[in-house]
């Protein structure tokens, strides 16, 4: 079976498709993923940097990763402003 005709099952609210055992919902713009209880917020757009023009791009989750001004596909992300603490031994 080549790439283009393979069909993943579609995921279901109720129950897991697949067989898999994280479950994965949607909450007003938030991804909870079951098994690592992460937040991710998907309606903010993220900032990234053209690779080539140099541009700011503002992308959200389901855009093209693509730049709107020239239309290279190598973009960079932004370096976050959050203060940023690891601790090392």
């Given at each position: 079976m080549s790439r283009e005709q393979y069909n993943p099952a579609p995921l279901s609210q109720g129950g897991n498709a697949g067989g898999s055992s994280s479950q994965q919902q949607t909450t007003g713009g938030f991804n909870i993923t079951g098994a690592s209880n992460t937040f991710e917020d998907t309606s903010r757009p993220?900032?990234?940097l053209c690779g080539d023009c140099d541009t700011k791009?503002?992308?959200?989750?389901?855009d093209a990763i693509r730049c709107k001004e020239c239309g290279y596909r190598v973009l960079y992300k932004e370096r976050t402003n959050r203060m940023i603490q690891f601790e090392a031994r």
């Open positions: 993220v900032s990234y791009v503002l992308l959200k989750g389901g």
